[in-house]
C-alpha cells in the first residue's frame, strides 16, 4: 500500500480574485491523525471542503488512495470512504441517538426510500447501531431523543454517524470546538479509539489535543502550507510562533488560537 493515502498538487481556490487556498500541497500518510491548524482565516475549513468536494478546487489536483478525486462529488467521494464530520453539531434532534445512528446505517447500505421499509427491516440495522453507540460511549442514551444530548455527547453521535458510513479516512473538523475539559477528555480518548486501522485528518484549535494525538502536523496562514512536522519541531517554528502569538517564545500546550 502506498505510504501517503490522501494527497493534494497545488490545491488551490479563489473567491472572485481572493485566494483562500493557495498552491497547498499535503501528503497525509496511511494510519496516522494528522492535524491541520493555523490561526482564523488560514484557510483551514475551506481546504477540508475541497478534500470532501463540497467546493470545487480552482487549480490542483487531489488524490485519495490511489485514485484522483479532483472532479468527483461528495457523494461518490464518501462511498470511497472519504468521510467527514462538520464544525457545528449536525444530529437530528428528534429521532433517538440510536435511529441518528441507523439512518448513517441506512444511507451505508446504498439503497433508496429506507425510510419506507418495514419495521423489521430498520431493526435489522439495530444491532450494529448499539455496537457504535457503545464505541463511543453512548449506549446508555440510546433511547434519548439526540437534541436533548449534552453538546460534547453530540459531537460523539456525529462520531458514531460518520463510522456507521465505515470510512477509510475520517475528516474531523474541530471536533472539541466548544467543549469543557472533561468533555475535551473524552473526545480525544474517543478519537484516539476509532483512529485504530484508519486515517484521520482533524482541524483543530486546541493545541494540547493538537500535541496529543497527531503525529503530523501542517501549518497553514493566509491560505498556504507555513510549516510541517511533528508537534515538537513546528511548535519551535519561529514563524509559526509568529502566527499564532506574536513575539511569545512558545506555542506549546496553548488553545483556543485559530
Known sequence: MAESILE??????????????????????????HGLIGPNGAGKTTCF????????????????????????????????????????????????????????????????????RSDAVLRGYDARARELLEDVGLSQYAHLPAGQLPYGRKRA????????????????????AGMTAEDVDRIVALVKRVAQGRTVLMVEHNLKVVEGLCDTITVLTRGKVLAEGPYAEVSRNPQVIAAYLGTDPTISGGAGHG
Do not use: C, Y
Open 49 to 116: 471542503n475541497l478534500l470532501t468536494k463540497f467546493l470545487p478546487p480552482s487549480r490542483g489536483s487531489i488524490r485519495f488512495d490511489g485514485r484522483d478525486i479532483t472532479k468527483m462529488k461528495p457523494a461518490e467521494v464518501a462511498r470511497l470512504g472519504l468521510v467527514r464530520s462538520f464544525q457545528i453539531s449536525a444530529v437530528f434532534p428528534h429521532l433517538t441517538v440510536l435511529e441518528n445512528v441507523r439512518v448513517a446505517l441506512q444511507r451505508a447500505r446504498g439503497g433508496s426510500f429506507d425510510f419506507w
Open 157 to 176: 453521535l456525529e462520531i458514531a454517524t460518520t463510522l456507521a458510513l465505515d470510512p477509510v479516512m475520517m475528516l474531523l473538523d474541530e471536533p472539541t
Open 8 to 33: 493534494t498538487e497545488g490545491l488551490t481556490k479563489e473567491f472572485l480574485g481572493f485566494v483562500a487556498v493557495g498552491d497547498v500541497s499535503l501528503k497525509v500518510r496511511r494510519g496516522s491523525i
